[in-house]
């Protein structure tokens, strides 16, 4: 079955950097879209950003701070996120099958990992 598994979360400093990671099994990680979405305290779920075949798209709240990447040959999706602010806190969750960007529906995601941004 579908397995993601993320880490990489943390508390860190307005303005730091993280890189999340999801190792995926299950299903053909090289072959299939993949996603970050996030849930903010009190929020519902929200699209970050997704990468296919062709390129990557970011929500406009992240686009040009966030970098989604992805390793086929380590089955492992990455999000690399820099210049972080007090309103990126929040779980997030790699994800495969998603539909709609407001709020996304997905098939498949992880548990998540938590991102806390406070000074």
């Known amino acids: 079955q579908v397995q993601l598994v993320e880490s990489g979360g943390a508390l860190v400093q307005p303005g730091g950097s993280l890189r999340l990671s999801c190792t995926a099994s299950?299903?053909?990680?090289?072959?299939?879209?993949m996603y970050w979405v996030r849930q903010g305290p009190g929020k519902g779920l929200e699209w970050i950003s997704t990468?296919?075949?062709?390129?990557?798209a970011y929500a406009d709240s992240v686009r040009g701070r966030f970098t989604i990447s992805r390793d086929n040959a380590k089955n492992t999706l990455y999000l690399q996120m820099n210049s972080l602010k007090s309103e990126d806190t929040g779980v997030y969750y790699c994800?495969?099958?998603?539909?709609?960007?407001?709020?996304?529906?997905?098939?498949?995601r992880g548990q998540g990992t938590q991102v806390t941004v406070s000074s």
């Open positions: 990468i296919t075949f062709v390129g990557t």
């Open positions: 994800a495969k099958d998603c539909r709609g960007i407001s709020p996304p529906t997905c098939g498949s």
């Open positions: 299950g299903f053909t990680f090289s072959r299939s879209t």
